[in-house]
């Protein structure tokens, strides 16, 4: 029997403690107050006028005393809770910031930890020169060392092969998100580069070095097929009539499935009321984990998503919407798994379309800055490694907007055997979350959950399908 968690977790950013979402929770619910009680309070005076003036409420005169007391207690309530609400929201701000500046020391630390590192292997294999590798060659290749190799990894290597589960797990999540952080300092460390200095150009300085460069690093290394643009060839296959999303769910149900030749990217167009449109764009994920090939939702297009370029994916949706009809400042809601969400990302922080809500599930997408006026909502497995390889997300009060949703999707007995690494990525699981996202009364939610209802009445869906043209 599948061991499957039911609860979600809902956090404003992913360094912000519960405590402080609590904060701004709190100071939501005053600010609501207050308008309500102002509300009441005009009520309240339009009651006592009409007991006043008018002859046919005039029996109810006796209540007008107790209407002009109940009016001001509930000015001077809405004054209170717009006090209190402000000041519980600056006192969140400051904890959060307190909570980030924590943070920073961190990822300070743990940047040296990795320039360290990288100094210690580079005097390891060059600092001690030609002798030193000369004997660890000789050893590697000693008989007796092979077999003590063999008789150590070969249970760690089988064990992992047969419970390929040991990997599903939060810890291991973490420890990717840690490597993944940790890969430039370790690179400038062993480079050679002084220590102040990394920290300088690291992500804890002035951001010269970082994630970016490393998936730029990558995207070289993987040779001239990954890193030169390619032009694209577009198809746009069936267009069918359909109802706008009424919830999350549905709207998940609709991102296509990743593989080879399949579509990419589905765009769905709703009028409204007025004769106006709104669109919604759904986006796959990889499809092609290798590079040099056909397909643009591949990993070259991961690795310049996440090094912070234009990518093949990028440019094949941004072709999918000028082709429905999209144009610069049109209302868009984007919904997208894995690469698809990071590009959904890029295309919404571009600013370039007038983005209603932004969902992404499982995608590396952490690092890049969304306007706040976007219904940003990032849903992530616990075991999932995907989300992690975009390294540590925003935090502090620049993360505060993105929502992110968190679900374990196995309890402390841990996944069943034969679970892969990769059950927790699949898009199926994340439709499960995204109906347990319906259910859920979190009003943090609510932003979004307007954004799907503000799509107005049903239209046509249309899918497409790109392809690298590599001559």
Not at 166 to 178: H, K, M, N, Q, W
Not at 384 to 394: E, M, R, S, W, Y
């Amino acid at each position: 029997m599948r061991s499957t968690h039911d609860d979600i977790d809902v956090s404003q950013g992913s360094s912000i403690s519960v405590e402080t979402d609590d904060l701004f929770l709190l100071a939501t619910a005053l600010a609501v107050l207050a308008v309500d009680a102002r509300d009441w309070s005009h009520e309240a005076a339009i009651a006592r006028c009409v007991t006043e003036w008018s002859a046919d409420a005039a029996p109810f005169g006796f209540a007008e005393p107790d209407l002009a007391r109940s009016g001001a207690e509930l000015l001077e309530a809405s004054a209170l809770a717009e006090s209190l609400g402000l000041k519980l929201e600056r006192a969140a701000v400051e904890y959060a910031n307190g909570e980030q500046h924590r943070s920073d020391v961190g990822g300070i630390l743990s940047a040296l930890a990795g320039i360290l590192a990288g100094g210690f292997l580079r005097n390891l294999t060059v600092g001690a020169g030609a002798p030193t590798a000369a004997i660890a060659l000789l050893i590697t290749q000693h008989p007796e060392f092979r077999r003590l190799a063999a008789v150590v990894g070969q249970p760690v290597a089988a064990a992992i092969a047969d419970h390929p589960e040991l990997l599903v797990s939060p810890a291991f999540v973490r420890l990717v998100r840690t490597l993944v952080a940790s890969a430039d300092d370790v690179a400038m460390g062993a480079t050679g580069v002084a220590p102040t200095v990394a920290w300088f150009l690291g992500d804890e300085g002035a951001g010269v070095v970082g994630l970016g460069s490393m998936a730029e690093a990558l995207l070289l290394l993987a040779g001239r097929n990954a890193y030169m643009a390619t032009p694209l060839t577009m198809t746009r296959s069936s267009t069918t009539s359909v109802s706008a999303p009424a919830t999350l769910a549905d709207a998940a149900a609709r991102i296509p499935a990743s593989g080879a030749g399949k579509p990419q990217v589905r765009i769905e167009r709703y009028a409204d009321r007025r004769g106006g449109a709104s669109y919604a764009v759904y986006i796959a994920g990889t499809s092609d984990f290798s590079v040099g090939g056909s397909e643009p939702f591949d990993m070259a297009s991961n690795l310049a998503g996440i090094a912070g370029r234009d990518t093949a994916a990028q440019q094949a949706t941004v072709e999918a919407m000028n082709d429905a009809g999209i144009r610069r400042g049109d209302a868009v809601s984007f919904f997208g798994h894995s690469q698809g969400g990071l590009v959904a990302t890029r295309i919404a922080a571009s600013g370039v379309y007038s983005t209603q809500s932004l969902v992404t599930f499982g995608s590396p997408s952490g690092q890049i800055r969304v306007p706040d006026s976007i219904a940003h909502v990032a849903v992530e497995h616990a075991e999932d490694i995907t989300p992690a390889l975009g390294g540590a997300p925003i935090g502090g009060t620049d993360g505060r907007e993105r929502i992110v949703v968190t679900r374990g999707l196995f309890d402390e007995t841990g996944p069943p055997p034969g679970t892969s690494p990769g059950d927790a990525h699949h898009m199926a699981r994340y439709a499960e979350t995204a109906e347990l996202i319906d259910g859920s009364p979190d009003p943090r939610l609510t932003p979004m959950r307007e954004a799907l209802s503000g799509f107005g009445a049903g239209g046509w869906a249309t899918l497409y399908r790109a392809e690298r043209d590599r001559g």
